[in-house]
């Protein structure tokens, strides 16, 4: 009898106790996932907004040590202007050694401390290769409003009638006007964001990208900074913005993608820039496909040290 009752205690769980603790657990893991997944995102976002702030500091540094002048969006590492710029050539394609890439050769580079960390939002593990052929992790994350600084000073030919801002001073609205966004690993290239002005203010039904998307990497949304130096998360609320056409490589096309009535373009447009007033006369398109101020002396709109 004793030995009947020592057996009865020593019972182990059956089969079915087994399947359905482990059922409850796998319940269990499939609620606390998501939240978890939330929690990382929210991290990583903390990371990236505190990486905009530092090169925000960077970008106002660079204006005060050059009276009051913005950094370039964009320059290739050939022009003369690449001395004025944020990031020099295209992500995409790097063309110098590792020592001195399109980020060293930046003028954000000595002014963030020459961290590498910076310029890559955390949340960003999008791929790219080297000049010899090896995948590597994308170097940056992040692209400028291309009319906060232009490319070499200068919009995109089509955007002329559209204000590039050249000084901090020119900012009639800094709160307003952003300056450096999370851009999609699969559509980031140069150093500049073009958000595209059609139909800004009152025919939303224009509405439309043209190749450069936003980085949805924080819970369906971006950060971005501003000229006034703060920093903000916008959550996106079009499915078009967070689900861009890709083809069957996983690129997004360079071409024009109609998404009419949408409010986050909208919502872009208001931050980016309004009409030049007066209007002036350009000519082009010029280099890169730009829009030149008719009789400008100079390559970019500032003078540089090799002209």
């Given amino acids: 009898m004793k030995k009947f009752a020592k057996m009865k205690s020593e019972r182990g769980f059956t089969l079915i106790e ?10 269990l893991a499939a609620l606390l996932l998501p939240a978890l997944a939330k929690a990382k995102a929210t991290a990583t976002g903390a990371a990236c907004l505190n990486n905009n702030k530092q090169l925000m500091l960077a970008w106002n540094m660079f204006a005060t040590d050059h009276d009051d002048r913005v950094c370039y969006a964009s320059a290739y590492y050939t022009e003369p202007t690449a001395e004025f710029a944020w990031a020099v050539g295209t992500v995409n394609a790097p063309v110098l050694n590792s020592k001195e890439d399109y980020i060293t050769k930046g003028v954000m580079w000595e002014r963030v401390g020459k961290s590498e960390a910076v310029f890559v939002c ?3 593990t999008s791929m790219t290769k080297d ?11 992040y692209s400028m409003n291309i009319f906060a600084g232009g490319w070499s000073g200068w919009a995109f030919w089509g955007d002329q009638k559209w204000k590039v801002y050249r000084k901090l001073s020119e900012f009639e609205n800094p709160s307003e006007r952003f300056v450096l966004l999370d851009m999609r690993g699969n559509s980031i290239n140069a ?9 800004w203010p009152d025919k939303p039904q224009m509405h439309r990208f043209w190749q450069d998307y936003p980085g949805v990497y924080h819970n369906d949304a971006t950060m971005f900074s501003f000229a006034d130096g703060h920093c903000e998360k916008k959550r996106w609320l079009d ?6 056409p890709e083809d069957p490589s996983g690129n997004i096309p360079n071409r024009e993608i109609k998404t009419p009535n949408n409010r986050d373009i909208q919502w872009m447009q208001q931050r980016t820039t309004r009409q030049e007033s007066p209007p002036k006369r350009y000519v082009g398109p010029s280099f890169a496909y730009t829009a030149k101020l008719a009789g400008h ?4 709109f500032w003078k540089s040290s090799k002209e």
Wanted: zero cysteines.
């Fill in 239 to 244: 499915e078009r913005t967070k689900n861009p």
């Fill in 131 to 141: 000049s010899k052929g090896n995948k590597q992790r994308r170097k940056r994350s």
């Fill in 297 to 300: 002396p100079y390559w970019g």
């Fill in 18 to 27: 087994l399947l359905v603790v482990i059922a409850i657990i796998a319940i």
């Fill in 122 to 124: 955390p949340s960003d």
């Fill in 191 to 199: 150093g500049n964001y073009r958000v595209d002005m059609n139909g």
